[in-house]
Nanobody, 117 residues
Framework: QVQLVESGGGLVQAGGSLRLSCAAS????????MGWHRQAPGKRRELVAT???????NYADSVKGRFTISRDNAKNTALLQMNSLSPDDTAVYYC???????????WGQGTQVTVSS
């Protein structure tokens, strides 16, 4: 059974930093593209960043230069380092895994990030 468990969310002041972690189990981590998405109240879920099995990264324009996605295949973990946070970054952040061979996507339950002004 696939499980993606996010952690590291919380309340932070504007300009601060948080690091989100996504622990994966039940998947062959190394063949998955890992991603972070977020959903703010009243808004659609949007892509934040992805990292392929080969380490290629992609970022939403709104987070480029502030957020860094990485992965540790030995620990089956994906990370999202978020710096220079602003209230606009307030959202529930979801981890997802996309199996590059089978084309299947799994989602975590999400972790709340709240940035106060």
């Amino acid at each position: 059974q696939v499980q993606l468990v996010e952690s590291g969310g919380g309340l932070v002041q504007a300009g601060g930093s948080l690091r989100l972690s996504c622990a994966a189990s039940g998947i062959i981590f190394s063949i998955n593209t890992m991603g972070w998405h977020r959903q703010a109240p009243g808004k659609r879920r949007e892509l934040v960043a992805t990292i392929t099995s080969g380490g290629r990264t992609n970022y939403a324009d709104s987070v480029k230069g502030r957020f860094t996605i990485s992965r540790d295949n030995a620990k089956n973990t994906a990370l999202l380092q978020m710096n220079s946070l602003s209230p606009d970054d307030t959202a529930v952040y979801y981890c997802n895994a996309y199996n590059e061979i089978r084309g299947r996507t799994s989602w975590g339950q999400g972790t709340q990030v709240t940035v106060s002004s």
